[in-house]
């Protein structure tokens, strides 16, 4: 047995395990012990848990797990949570660029209390699909959007699994987003593909939904402010041609607690 030190911090709900590891002491192939990590139950509990590491020509790199123990695709409040952590464990500074799964990220952050506000920049959208009733778009994740009627009472979990372990996506999985737009504000709803269950937010969710948004028409404005589960976010563009571009997801990260565990 040995102790691994971690920190606690969620960004609008979205909760993570974040681990210094500059010293890559952490298996990186250990994805039961990742698994134990999230278990609200038997370990510490979180929506995923990322590894902060050393990587020349950037100021640090970020691997990325799911719950269910495996490396995932790109998260958007992981990445602003791990903004905070970096700057919590000492790199100190207003600007960092780091590595994710899906390229190059900056991040510009400030305090506000106890609270940091996270800008993150994010991959350029080049395809949308639009369907029937919905879009299919990567920000970094797969993300289908649907707009709906009455999303506060909307039965998100059981409708959701019907499209992710649908013919189409249940060999890799999609993240599934219910949306609707009230009094100029976009709520959202998401299932996370790796979760397997509602979260209180999800970043990339959050920006393929507003990109969704105004690919269809339902908003015009080049930035929007959206209302998920879990609090406030905000996503900004600008639309170059047929390319969504300068890509930018905003909001809180905040420090919950720091300890150690057995593993």
Known sequence: MSLLKF?????????????DDREERFD?????????????????????????????????????????????????????????????????????LFLAIDGDHDAELSLQG???????????????????????????????VKFVNGLKNFHVVEEAKKIRYSDRFKAKGTNVNFVEIIDGVLHIRTYERG??????????????????AYHSGKITQLSFQVQAMGGELKVSFTKEGSVYANVCLEGPAKFVFKGEIDV
């Open 28 to 96: 990186i192939t250990n994805n039961v012990l990742v698994k134990f990590l999230c278990d609200r139950r038997f370990g510490i509990g979180a929506d995923g848990l990322m590894l902060l590491r050393n990587r020349k020509g950037y100021d640090f790199q970020m691997i990325y797990y799911n719950s269910d123990g495996n490396e995932s695709s790109m998260c958007g409040n992981g990445g602003r949570c791990i903004a905070a952590f970096a700057d919590q464990i000492g790199l100190n500074r207003e600007k960092y």
């Open 114 to 144: 106890d609270t940091y506000w996270v800008k993150l920049g994010m991959i350029d959208v080049t395809e949308i699909e639009v369907g029937a009733d919905f879009s299919y778009l990567n920000t970094g994740s797969p993300h289908y």
């Open 195 to 212: 979760v397997e269950d509602e979260t209180l937010a999800c970043g990339t969710g959050v920006t393929a939904a507003v990109i969704a």
């Open 7 to 19: 920190h606690k911090l969620q960004g609008a709900g979205n909760d993570f395990i974040l681990i």
